[in-house]
């Protein structure tokens, strides 16, 4: 930066003993008398600085455009001295910056079923009601739509259409509905126990393609029989109407997990006289499922040698049965 040049007076009587007995008023002009005479240094700028390149031109061209300035001003500093001046931009505008947003999704993401129905899996995580019915035969038929021939992954961790304390939450035919899109569809159904499945629920699990119906390890089935709905103040004749179509529904029910379990009716309607659980080897038993899915059982059982390999590596020799 430029040193500041001295001041030159505008007269030569001036003088410094002279000046303290001056007036006030005297002296300011003086001072602005000295300013308009001598050319003020100009302090090393940006040149790219558009307001500070303004303010230094009309610091050196109009002195008085900053010297004299109202006292009481509404007006922020300095911003007067441009035709149209333009504030800087706000917080929020500098927040989405391309610097902030670079590495934010272009788009919301997807929702969760949305995401799964992606990779062609259907997951039933709530009681049979019609709310989900809908939505589990609407991404079933989807699917087919999309691809007929790749299978089509059925998740399952339901009551049923019962609540875990046995409270009535939906009709069986939710149940039904389900399983009748299920045997619709030409495409195969792999079903996933991940939790529980009773009643209809299990029923569902059973219906998947032959070979392919699994259970996590900690997931549990039960079979029971259907339940009738609270009958309040109906009449007499409205509750044994009533009962009479639980009891097809139980018989329904009773067929189709005895065709998919490969069990006798009989068999099937003795354990559902009362609820049946089962675990996953208890499943696997009764025909409900096909595999327990532990991480890595195949490849494990794969690599378990037969018992005659293991005495040959040990240099155990087999007597002859003489």
Known sequence: MAPMASSVPCSSSSSSSSSSSMPLKHRNFNIRCAVNSTK???????????????LASVAANNPDALFS?????????????????KLMATPAQVERSVSYNEHRPRRPPPDLPSLLLHGRIVYIGM?????????????????????????????????????????????????????????????????????????????LLAAGSKGKRFMMPHSKAMIQQPRAPSSGLMAASDVFIRAKEVIINRDTLV?????????????VA????????????????????????WRGQEQIMTDVSAPEVWDKNAGIKVADAT
């Not at 046995?166 to 079903?191: P, R």
Request: with cysteine; hydrophobic share 40%.
């Open 40 to 54: 003020i240094p100009m302090p090393p700028i940006n040149p790219k600085d558009p307001f500070l390149s303004k």
């Open 69 to 85: 300035r109202p006292q009481n001003s509404d007006t922020p500093p300095f911003l007067d001295i441009y035709d149209s001046p």
């Open 127 to 203: 009681p049979l009601v019609p709310a989900v019915t809908e939505l589990v035969i609407a991404e079933l038929m989807y699917l087919q739509w999309m691809d007929p021939k790749e299978p089509i992954y059925l998740y399952i961790n339901s009551t049923g259409t019962t609540r875990d304390d046995g409270e009535t939450v939906g009709m069986e035919s939710e149940g039904f509905a389900i399983y009748d899109a299920m045997m619709q569809l030409k495409n195969k159904i792999h079903t996933v126990a991940v939790g529980a499945a009773i009643g209809q629920a299990c029923l």
């Open 255 to 267: 067929k189709l997990l005895a065709k998919h379990t490969e069990n006798s009716e009989e068999t």
């Open 270 to 293: 003795n354990v559902m006289r009362r609820p049946y659980y089962m675990d996953a080897t208890r499943a696997r038993e009764f025909g409900v499922i096909d595999k327990i899915l």
